[in-house]
């Protein structure tokens, strides 16, 4: 079993910055095949991928963020880190971390809202 905890969201203006943090239990990436990131889901709307970051380093954005967005980690904290710059009120909605690890994970969410 995995737990994640995030943290990080709250009210931000159009245009600004947040950091979105994850922190799991415990070290997900000890295994070449696992994956650790977030997919956020607005309301009305299906959770979609925002990023994600695998063991060996490789990372992948959904369509909507690249450019903007920005995954990272550290591995000494079991931390993975979202930064998000030029938000739009189109990126409001719950942000949930994932992890595989010989099984999938979620975390309870943090909502990130969007507006002026």
């Known amino acids: 079993q995995v737990q994640l905890v995030e943290s990080g969201g709250g009210l931000v203006q159009p245009g600004g910055s947040l950091r979105l943090s994850c922190t799991a239990s415990?070290?997900?990436?000890?295994?070449?095949?696992?994956?650790m990131g977030w997919y956020r889901q607005a309301p009305g709307k299906e959770r979609e991928l925002v990023a994600l970051?695998?063991?060996?380093?490789?990372?992948s954005y959904g369509d909507s963020v690249k450019g903007r967005f920005t995954i990272s980690r550290d591995n000494t904290k079991n931390t993975v880190y979202l930064q998000m710059d030029s938000l739009k009120p189109d990126d409001t909605g719950v942000y949930y971390c994932?992890?595989?690890?010989?099984?999938?994970?979620w975390g309870q969410g943090t909502l990130v809202t969007v507006s002026s």
């Open positions: 415990r070290s997900i990436f000890s295994s070449n095949v696992n994956v």
């Open positions: 994932y992890a595989t690890s010989g099984g999938r994970y």
């Open positions: 970051i695998r063991s060996l380093g490789a990372t």
